[in-house]
């Protein structure tokens, strides 16, 4: 048997996308319009759930994967506190991890996020600093915020399974993007109110 071989050139490009490099949309949720959800979304490792599928900014970064999907979502300056999605379901499992700045492990001040969730009608939450990991069964409507710090921040999010399918929105928030020009249509995808 060859044992495979790969240079650092080859390595660089192919392989490695450097934080400085990820950039991506503040356009592919139906709730990014909707105040205190304002996010970037970047695909790290294949196409997360994504509803703007025409928007160039959201071809992942080192294409694609079997089994996941791995994703940053950036709280946009000045819009930290509460950037992150509204309620919402996957029919795979997701796992958040808050990652920036890896110094607030010792001294956990700025950029605190927070998973929050429906149980029936009661919103649950629990706090996360940095390198903390959640893992959020199917069918629960989840959401997640920057609850402190005014300093960008970001989570990375896994889901998984070969199809990530559709985001599943709970209808309030469907109601309020809609205030907004927005909807998804059947097949899951972005598009402006007629």
Request: proline residues 7%; hydrophobic residues 40%.
């Amino acid at each position: 048997m060859t044992e495979p071989r790969i240079s650092v050139a080859e390595m660089e490009k192919k392989h490695v996308v450097r934080y400085g490099d990820c950039n991506g949309s503040d356009l592919a949720y139906l709730d990014q319009r909707l105040p205190g959800h304002e996010r970037e979304i970047v695909n790290v490792i294949g196409m997360n759930v994504t509803e703007n599928m025409d928007d160039p900014a959201l071809a992942p970064k080192l294409g694609s994967a079997f089994g996941f999907s791995l994703v940053y979502n950036k709280a946009l300056p000045g819009k930290g506190k509460g950037a992150g999605p509204d309620f919402h379901t996957h029919p795979t499992e997701e796992v958040f991890i808050p990652m920036k700045g890896i110094w607030e492990v010792v001294i956990p001040v700025r950029g605190q996020w927070e998973i929050y969730w429906l149980e029936g009608e009661t919103e649950r939450a629990i706090a996360l600093h940095p390198l903390d990991v959640v893992s959020v069964p199917t069918g629960i409507y989840r959401g997640f915020r920057c609850v402190s710090g005014e300093d960008d921040a970001l989570m990375l999010a896994i889901v998984g399974g070969p199809d990530a399918g559709h985001v599943g929105w709970h209808p309030g928030v469907i109601e309020r993007a809609r205030a907004t020009g927005l909807e998804v249509d059947d097949a899951g995808n972005l598009k402006p109110l007629d």
